[in-house]
């Protein structure tokens, strides 16, 4: 049986980092629990809604891997069945739903991305990898009815989105009450000790709490991790707004979205997404150099999915193209076979934009270049020719190759 380690520095070095907002029901009762050196079952739960990950979700992940090192039980659940279901949480209307094929295509692209932030290959006590299908596509209409019976339609209610709606005499869909108790039946197949989750999941999370001990008649603790919200504009990292830095790209496009993030998103990423001490990262900090921290932040992230190599090269690709004004090493090219075209149809066709409504603002805002040469008409027609390099915003290249 592996050892479960009660070194109280560890403990507190993770609870008091400043991932964790908040322990239920407190903080004080959980700490105990993990020095009297009990083993505990934890769990997080994840609806592979989307093919890629960013650093909010990463660092839930890193966080796990940490009680994993102490010697207890980690689950990662896959919400293969819940995906399908749509979690209204933060949501003004109705998620869409999903097929089973478009989550689980997901999650074969997500196990890829976390493998550097678990081991998986520990034989000891590796992480435990399950998907909620497996159980709440086997509930009967009378179970669901008896998991029903739990709650009241006002408890439901109480979420702050739901009230949001009724205010905005917006619809609110039966389903949508379905997903808390969905969610919460995970904590009943599993039988967790320890359900970790967003802010944004303190409900279904509780709702779980409420199930296991009504079911099992086991107690389960709730500890709720920071969103990573900017500060300053409350915006959460996202991919359909592409705020933030996703886990599916190259060390030099990783490199350069920590670099292109706002000063006060710095410390946030420190804390919640590197390996540095709370020290370290003061010390960094106390410098007062926005530039040269985030350059060793972006080391840093880069390093631990790319590793350090990748990371020292992505920073000099970085300094080349934005401090010394060179194009980069490797251009990506496309062929071409017209010979003329107006500038927002090329750039459509390279596909560097994802509309002409993007293309004109960015034309617009003086963000495209061709050959070097900043376009000003959206409507202009050039004459394309053999490796004509087209350049959008500071990081974007392409070569035509005619």
Known sequence: MNKINTDPKKIDGI?????????????????????????????????????TLHLSHAKNFMLMEKFRKLGH?????????????GDPTGEKSARKQLSRKDVVGNVKKWKKLIEPLMDFKDKKNPP?????????????????????????????????????RLKEKKPIHLHEFLYPLMQGYDSVATEVDVEVCGTDQTFNALAGRTLLKKLKGKDKYVVAVTLMENPKTGELM???????????????????????????????????????????????????????TKAKLAREIVAIYHGKEEADKAEEEFNKIFRDKQKPTEIPERKWKAEKCKVVDLLIE????????????????????IDNVVQKDFDKIIEVKNGMIVQVGKRRFVKIKA
Not at 130 to 139: F, H
Not at 140 to 162: C, H, W
């Open 73 to 85: 039980e980690v689950i990662i659940l896959f919400g293969d069945f819940t995906a399908r279901i």
């Open 238 to 292: 996202s991919k359909s707004k592409g705020i933030g830095v996703f886990l599916d790209v190259s060390a030099n496009d990783m490199f350069g979205q920590v670099m292109a993030q706002p000063d006060e998103m710095i410390e946030i990423l420190f804390i919640n997404n590197t390996y540095l001490s709370l020290e370290e990262i003061k010390k960094l900090m106390d410098l007062n150099n926005p530039r040269d």
């Open 128 to 164: 435990k990898i399950m998907y909620n299908n497996d159980w709440l596509a086997k509930l009967t209409l009378e179970d669901v009815i008896s998991l029903a019976s739990n709650f009241t339609v006002q408890q439901m209610l109480e979420r702050d989105m739901f009230q949001k």
């Open 350 to 369: 390279l596909k560097m934009v994802s509309s002409k409504g993007e293309a004109r603002r960015l034309v617009q805002q003086g963000g495209v270049r």
């Open 15 to 51: 609870l008091n980092r400043g991932i964790i907002v908040e322990i239920l029901p407190t903080k004080k009762e959980f700490r105990e629990k993990l020095l009297s050196g009990e083993k505990l079952k934890f769990y997080i739960g994840f609806d592979a809604t989307a093919p």
